[in-house]
């Protein structure tokens, strides 16, 4: 009896009776029709008809001026601003962002402070960091070339300790392999990837004599993994930082340090701007990425902050990519 309940319940797509329980309810439910509204809803009551399934996005081809060709349901706001600060831990705890005078950085720092952490913000340009301490009161900044070791080592090391490190900081030089300068890969080593390796060094080393556990987001690319035309110097640094955070991840590991990075697919930050904004080749590149759109800032500030946190505490030596799929592509 119960195996035909059940098949004309699937049949009849609603709660099916045997006859006996069939009488019984009737006994029950005997009297005036439910009202309509709320309570029409309960037993006794028709069902709601079912209704269109409605997407929360629907795609749709990039258009001239669109980055992406996603687009949100009407009525919904295109993306939630939320980030994940109430639920992470960070409060009280001190970080340190390099880069954060821009773009990814900035904010990182923003949202760091947001979640309650004491954030150093490092930067280059002292008016990107004066109108980021008007904007976020509780930032300290800290103006700084980390392309200069012996600054570095004075500044940052008279600015920590920190039980949190975002190294973001970096250039992208985009030119043909044959006519790539000196001075173009000495600041890109230098930026990319020798200012990561020192600040980390100056940072670990703190930790350790604190006796503090820290976690240490390195800010990679998707260019790490894959060739891209007139990015010589900018994948190799990249793909160097990758490997780099590697042997961090397994030497710092014994003394509760986790070192992991973020690789993102194209921004349109300045830097993202400055090499995709021609049209023809950012639709190439979003041809190439399954979710059909460069990622926004909040992708990234969002992945950092996992990995900078509890949520991530048994992950260490990975990357994160946030590539829409590109390189699975
Ligand atoms: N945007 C993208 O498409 C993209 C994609 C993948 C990965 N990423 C990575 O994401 C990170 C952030 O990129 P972004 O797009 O936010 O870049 P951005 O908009 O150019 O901002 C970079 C920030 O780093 C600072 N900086 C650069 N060189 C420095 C130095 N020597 N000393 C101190 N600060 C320095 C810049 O300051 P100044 O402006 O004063 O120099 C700026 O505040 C980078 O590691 C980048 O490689 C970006």
């Known amino acids: ?12 797509g609603g709660p099916a009776l045997c006859p006996s329980q069939y009488a019984a309810q009737r006994v029950r439910t005997a009297g ?11 037993r006794g009551s028709p069902r ?14 990039p258009g001239p001026g669109t980055a992406s060709g996603w687009r949100a349901r009407p009525g919904r706001s295109p993306r939630s601003s939320r980030s994940m600060e109430p639920h992470l831990g960070f409060r009280g705890r001190r970080a340190l962002v390099t880069g954060a005078g821009k773009g990814i950085g900035r904010a990182v720092a923003v949202a760091l402070s947001k979640a309650g952490a004491r954030v150093t913000a490092l930067s280059r ?12 009161p509780g930032i300290e900044p800290l103006c700084l070339d980390l392309a200069d070791w012996d600054a570095t080592e004075t500044a940052v090391g008279a600015a920590g300790p920190f039980e949190l490190l975002v190294n973001n900081a970096a250039v992208a030089v985009l030119q043909p392999f044959l006519e790539v300068t000196r001075e173009a890969l000495e600041r890109s080593l230098d930026v990319n990837l020798q200012a990561v390796l020192h600040v980390s060094q100056i940072v670990a080393r703190q930790m350790i004599a604190q006796g503090v556990a820290g976690a240490i987001v390195n800010v990679s690319s998707q260019a790490s993994r894959r060739a891209l035309r007139d990015h ?6 990249k793909s160097a930082l990758d490997m780099l955070s590697k042997v961090m991840a397994m030497e710092l590991g014994p003394h509760k340090i986790r070192v992991n990075t973020v690789n993102p697919t194209v921004v349109m930050t300045d830097m993202g701007r400055i090499n995709w904004s021609d049209p023809q080749k950012s639709a190439a590149m979003i041809n190439r990425i399954p979710l059909g759109k460069f990622a ?12 900078l946190s509890d949520k991530s505490a048994m992950t260490t030596g990975s990357s994160l990519m946030v590539d829409g799929g590109f390189l699975v592509s």
Do not use: H
């Open 296 to 307: 926004e800032v909040d992708d990234v500030v969002n992945s950092i902050l996992f990995l």
């Open 232 to 237: 010589a110097v900018y994948c190799s640094t």
């Open 125 to 136: 340009t002292a008016a990107d960091l004066e109108s980021l301490a008007q904007e976020c």
């Open 1 to 12: 009896m119960a195996s035909c309940c059940v098949l004309r319940e699937l049949q009849q």
């Open 32 to 42: 005036p029709p439910p009202r309509p509204g709320k309570m029409g809803l309960l």
């Open 48 to 61: 709601r008809p079912p209704g269109p399934i409605r997407p929360l996005r629907s795609w749709a081809p």
